[in-house]
């Protein structure tokens, strides 16, 4: 689960990380009091969407020259004009695809006087099993151009999960990020805080870009970006109501609701599947064959006959989909209760693009007698590979 950028700061700020003020505003006239409430004289305002690149953005209802997502500000009258052009406008940027993303939400933050720009982001680094921190110098710029231009720029500290973060880890971060005299001071708190709030409210990233060292020498979180592993939600009621479904795509927010791991692709060809491996592998086959997937779609080893159905609904709702295909290897989950759930859901919601069901393992029989005893217009394929070919025929015509 993602959350906005003033929600990540005010949670970070909750910590003891050092943030500057800032007002979120859903209203253009809301702008100008914000503004007022902060020390000034210079302000930023900064369109609130999930999705990194906001300052190179730009506005879809806008010439190409004007500003992008993040702007400043030098009077509160500017900020007021900022406010009224980015709300309720579509900005577009690397992330978010050419459809882009509509702005509801800004949020109005005091200007800093930045000396360097740095990069710090914690991650579970699973090549050894602990958090880590990865930081760099080069900060404010796309860590993955300094990864690939210069890697050799990008430190990784893994931290001991027994002992946190300790001064040796804390020395080593300053070295890597050429920290020193008060900013260096500062690391010796703010590395920590971070740490604890990773773990303690189950992030799964947490990335500050840039973190600056101001004209003062002390150190100020600029920006950041935090998700949640949604497996531990259920821990964190607090940040479960952090959750802003304006964000998301509203088949992925059904699937939520019965437990499917679905993530909404931008193919024709709807994808059911039982299990993350054969999914993935599924989906390169439709590849091979010269189609895309429209979604990545789990339905888990236990699912029943109710929530086959109800992936199948989110699968059909999806009007880029012009065909689907089932890929269901029974070994927890029957194949007798995949076909009954696909059945269910095609005389609810009707079947207007052509079907492909490969079933393979535990009742396999019982469940192709199933489906060919449905009278529904449901292709049988003896395997992926022979799955993969004709749906991707019948897509053709």
Not at 111 to 119: K, S
Request: proline share 3%.
């Amino acid at each position: 689960m993602n959350i906005h950028e003033y929600q990540a700061k005010a949670l970070l700020k909750s910590y003891g990380a050092p943030v500057a003020e800032g007002v979120a505003i859903l209203k253009a006239d809301e702008a100008e009091a914000a503004a007022k409430s902060l020390p000034g004289p210079l302000y930023v305002v900064k369109s609130q969407i999930h999705a990194g690149g906001r300052g190179k953005g730009k506005f879809k209802e806008l010439s190409p020259e004007a500003k992008g997502g993040v702007r400043l500000a030098r009077s509160i009258e500017d900020v007021v004009a900022n406010a009224k052009e980015m709300l309720g406008n579509t900005l577009v940027t690397a992330q978010t695809g050419p459809a882009g993303k509509q702005v509801n939400r800004l949020y109005i933050e005091d200007g800093a006087d930045i000396a360097r720009e740095l990069y710090c982001s914690l991650l579970v680094d699973r090549s050894v099993g602990k958090v880590a921190f990865v930081v760099s110098t080069e900060g404010g710029m796309d860590i993955e151009a300094v990864a690939h231009d210069t890697p050799e720029k990008i430190h990784t500290i893994a931290i001991d999960p027994a002992a946190g973060v300790t001064a040796a880890d804390v020395e080593e971060i300053c070295k890597a990020l050429a920290l020193d005299g008060a900013a260096a001071e500062d690391a010796k708190s703010l590395f920590p805080i971070l740490y604890k709030a990773f773990d303690e409210k189950d992030m799964s990233l947490l990335e500050i870009n840039p973190l600056i060292v101001m004209t003062n020498g002390h150190l100020r979180v600029l920006d950041a970006k935090v998700s949640f592993d949604g497996n531990a939600l259920f821990r964190h009621d607090d940040v479960k109501a952090l959750r802003d479904e304006t964000e998301e795509d509203t088949k992925e927010i059904e699937a939520s609701k019965w437990d499917l791991a679905y993530v909404a692709l931008d193919g024709n060809i709807g994808c059911m599947v039982n299990g993350a491996g054969l999914a993935m592998a599924t989906m390169d086959i439709i590849k091979l064959y010269g189609k895309e997937p429209a979604n990545f779609c789990d339905v888990g080893g236990g699912a029943g006959k109710e929530k086959v159905a109800a992936a199948f609904k989110i699968i059909t709702a999806d009007p880029k989909v012009e065909g689907i295909l089932v890929n269901i290897f029974g070994g927890i989950m029957k194949c007798d209760v995949i076909a009954e759930g696909v059945i269910a859901a095609v005389k609810e919601v009707g079947l207007k693009v052509p079907l492909v069901v490969r079933l393979e393992g535990t009742n396999v029989e019982l469940g192709k007698k199933i489906l060919n005893e449905s009278g529904l217009a449901i292709t049988a394929a003896d395997d992926l590979d022979d799955a993969a070919k004709k749906i991707v025929a019948a897509i053709n015509g």
